[in-house]
């Protein structure tokens, strides 16, 4: 049974060199029952990085079956009642999880996400906040339609809704947070936290850089999933 209060972190890692700095950021974190689950998606390099937190972390290593796969065993693993994912170029700001947990318990969500900012190769945040408010659910549900604001190291959700809608597909290897969130939205009220609770790191290196096209390609494959459930979802909130 899942302990009501703890969170489950599942950094998906593969030959990642900051993922030092995303270990750091979870286990620095304000809120103290959490469990930081590190799934190796079959990385041959910087894992040595991990060896200072042996104790610290639950490792899980596995063959190369991408993101989707890495966080779908982690998750399986978890023993927490809330998931979080962190990539692991990206950091946690100390309070994130703390400030999510009021938020979601004070709003009566399930699912709740944040604004963030960009950092560079060293570190340096490059951009002010990026936030991505929303007015009312037929805003959030429209711009879902075209395509995603949510981003996935920022989100912090209740198991429970697993177990309603399944785990990430892990056909798509670069939308599959997308495709979840589209999932979740018909049947989830979400809520937002205006203020900023992570790092998220920009660099070359980076899949949506090194895949755009078939990153694009993906997204077309999402939204013809979907896009006729969040019409019809549209009309059920009076959306003409």
Not at 16 to 28: M, T
Not at 211 to 237: C, F, T, Y
Request: proline share 4%; charged share 20%; with cysteine.
């Amino acid at each position: 049974m899942n302990h009501s209060s703890k969170v489950s972190v599942v950094i998906p890692f593969y030959n990642c060199p900051y993922i030092d700095e995303a270990v750091e950021s979870v286990l620095a974190q304000s809120y103290s029952d959490i469990e930081l689950i590190v799934v190796d998606d079959g990385s041959s390099l910087y894992t040595d990085k991990l060896n200072p937190y042996r104790d610290k972390i639950i490792y899980i290593r596995k063959g190369n079956g991408g993101t989707g796969s890495a966080l779908n065993m982690g998750i399986k693993a978890a023993s927490g009642a809330y998931f979080a994912w962190l990539s692991a170029d990206d950091r946690f700001h100390p309070h994130k999880i703390e400030r999510q947990l009021q938020e979601m318990r004070s709003t009566g969500t399930l699912f709740n996400h944040t604004a963030y900012y960009y950092i560079n190769e060293r570190s340096e945040r490059v951009s002010e906040v990026i936030s991505v408010p929303f007015p009312d659910r037929r805003e959030l549900i429209k711009t879902m339609m075209t395509g995603c604001p949510v981003n996935g190291s920022s989100v912090l959700l209740h198991m429970d809704i697993f177990r309603a809608v399944g785990l990430f597909n892990e056909s798509f290897l670069y939308t599959q947070d997308y495709d979840l969130w589209l999932r979740i939205l018909p049947h989830y009220s979400w809520s937002y936290i205006k203020e900023p609770l992570l790092d998220y790191r920009v660099h070359q290196a980076m899949g949506s850089i090194i895949h755009n096209e078939a990153q694009s390609r993906e997204i077309k494959m999402v939204q013809a999933k979907h896009n006729g459930a969040l019409a019809k979802l549209l009309r059920k909130e009076g959306w003409p």
